[in-house]
């Protein structure tokens, strides 16, 4: 099984994910714990978030972010690093329709685009592109 897929299947399995930012330093900064509710392969991630989950001033500017899911049972992880953009609301109008989500009137969606990832699995790390 490829890499990739080995990611996938672990992401179809995860309930919640982290979501950070790298600063301008190169720091990851881990901002919250978010709920996925839609994505395309591992190239494009949606999440609802509300104000008080995480800061949404944080993502007004399309920022270099990671998304990080993991299955402790079996010991594996993914990081993936890609870009996060904060949805506007006619952009939000046209994923509702392609991407059959409904998300509540108090959250605000973001959409995380993937550039590459790595796969932690069996004490061993494997980098793919996406």
């Known amino acids: 099984m490829t890499v990739k897929r080995i990611s996938l299947e672990l992401w179809e399995q995860c309930k919640v994910v982290v979501l950070g930012i790298i600063t301008h330093e190169g720091i990851p900064e881990m901002k919250g714990l978010v709920t996925p509710i839609s994505y395309v392969g591992l190239k494009t991630f949606y999440f609802d978030i509300t104000n008080y989950q995480i800061e949404a ?22 990081t993936i690093n890609g870009h996060i953009h904060l949805l506007t609301k006619e952009e939000v109008q046209h994923i509702q329709i392609s991407q059959k989500i ?9 959409q995380f685009t993937s ?11 494997h980098l793919f592109d996406i």
């Open 57 to 78: 001033s944080f993502f007004e500017l399309p920022v270099t972010g990671i998304i990080c899911y993991y299955n402790q049972t079996i010991f594996k992880s993914v």
């Open 102 to 110: 409904n998300p509540s009137a108090k959250c605000q969606i973001l």
């Open 115 to 125: 550039q590459n990832g790595t796969l932690y699995s069996d004490y061993k790390t």
